[in-house]
């Protein structure tokens, strides 16, 4: 399982912003230690810090265990979709000052793995990868200390954790990072979601930097324009309800009150039309599609259009720190009908403008910054449409959830420790009193 997606030659080397140097390398992304690295320049440019946060996080690499080159093969590749939220989050932890190398200081370890973009681009199956990353969890000093609760994944998918089968089973405790807080109708006879408020994170999905910027030209003043609200989307059989989920098929509800007044909803349509679409409608529809979370949410903020989420069992991205009852409309999906037409043609321009105001102040949490290889010209779209992208992006809103999560104590229920009896130094054991090598 050594296969590599071809891409361009490796780059020189991007500087990080911690004094490495990185390179993807036969597809895998390697840091170096580099000391001639301007730290203000590079802080800035790839805007991975936040000063008031004291997180630091351990990332492991081919180093600690040979199976992560190949969970981490064809950067290039990976990071483009919506799957690139698994590259993004890994080449920015490597560049970030609130990376350590020193595996004792850390508040957490991030197992990086490219799995939904490996499994879609045939290079590994999910048996593959699942077989991987236990073997990995398992062959780690530090996850045996706390049984993993201190250890990071991200499964930047609808799919979710359904590319690490054995989850339950190998990484109970972790942490995971996802978009994904519902059922995957792939997996019919899936009954819980794998995602869990108190434990994981939720994130956004990945808008294209060339997509952000026809969203955000796209967009009308409020007065200006033409539709009262939209969908264009498939409704075929795969995005039917999951069968251990809500009932409501919210995608053909949807479609069984298109011909209302100042509508624009009917199957897909091609891109460029979609987009001119959401600049000049008011209300966005939300609902669910094969899962629960949908890309077309954030579009519909660049494009200023308000959403309206009809998926009941989304929890949204940051709502901890983003008020979301000023960003989103939120109806349950079995009010789809002509009473909630009613409901959103009463709405006052006054009204819809704070939900727009608002949309703007805190849409770019929802954007992913440039990493250490992007290249010069979309930095350039992306900054523009969020100048204040080194303050406010989706890296950032990631790091700050987890600066939360972080314990004093590096210990779950699975952990056993005890001092050595004469030099007092900590020791850790596994359930059959086994030394775990720190």
Not at 39 to 46: F, N, P, S, V
Not at 341 to 346: K, V, Y
Not at 404 to 427: A, D, E, I, W
Request: hydrophobic share 35%; with cysteine.
């Amino acid at each position: 399982h050594t296969h590599a997606l071809t891409h361009s030659a490796p780059h020189s080397g991007a500087h990080s912003s911690d004094g490495h140097v990185c390179q993807r390398v036969d597809g895998s992304t390697q840091c170096r230690a580099d000391t001639r690295v301007d730290l203000g320049q590079h802080t800035g440019k790839l805007a991975v810090y936040d000063p008031s946060l004291s997180l630091k996080v351990y990332v492991y690499g081919e180093n600690d265990h040979t199976h992560l080159q190949h969970l981490t093969q064809a950067a290039t590749f990976c990071s483009r979709g919506q799957w690139g939220p698994d590259v993004s989050i890994h080449e920015l932890l490597l560049a970030s000052p609130h990376r350590t190398l020193d595996k004792r200081a850390a508040d957490f370890f991030y197992v990086p793995s490219y799995g939904i973009c490996l499994f879609e681009g045939h290079l590994l199956s999910i048996p593959d990868i699942g077989a991987a990353l236990a073997e990995v969890a398992h062959a780690l000093p530090y996850f045996k200390r706390t049984a993993g609760r201190d250890h990071i994944y991200s499964f930047a998918s609808g799919l979710s954790a359904g590319v690490f089968p054995g989850w339950r089973e190998h990484i109970p405790l972790s942490v995971k990072l996802s978009p994904e807080t519902e059922l995957f109708n792939d997996l019919p006879d899936m009954r819980e979601p794998h995602f869990d408020t108190w434990r994981d994170v939720v994130i956004p999905g990945r808008i294209d930097y060339a997509a952000l910027a026809e969203l955000a030209s796209a967009s009308k003043p409020l007065r200006d324009r033409k539709h009262l609200a939209t969908f264009y989307g498939r409704a075929d059989d795969s995005r039917k309800p999951h069968p251990h989920g809500d009932p409501t098929d919210t995608r053909r509800a949807l479609l069984s009150i298109a011909n209302l007044t100042g509508h624009a909803v009917g199957e897909l349509i091609p891109k460029d039309q979609h987009t001119a679409i959401l600049g000049d409608s008011k209300f966005c529809y939300v609902p669910r599609g094969k899962s629960g979370w949908s890309l077309r949410l954030f579009e519909s903020l660049f494009a200023g259009c308000i959403p309206v989420l009809v998926s009941d069992r989304w929890e949204l991205p940051f709502e901890e720190f983003i008020d979301v009852t000023r960003l989103v409309i939120k109806l349950p999906g079995q009010f789809i009908s002509a009473q909630m037409w009613e409901l959103l043609n009463s709405m006052s321009v006054e009204v819809l403008q704070q939900y727009q105001d608002y949309a703007r102040a805190v849409r770019c949490w929802y954007i992913y910054p440039p990493g250490p290889f992007e290249l010069e010209h979309w930095r350039r779209i992306v900054h523009t449409v969020c100048p204040e992208l080194h303050e406010q992006n989706a890296f950032l809103g990631v790091l700050k959830q987890l600066d939360k999560k972080k314990r004093t104590s590096k210990t779950s229920t699975r952990s056993f420790y005890f001092p050595h009896p004469t030099t007092g130094q900590l020791l850790w054991t596994d359930k059959d009193l086994n030394l775990i090598p720190l």
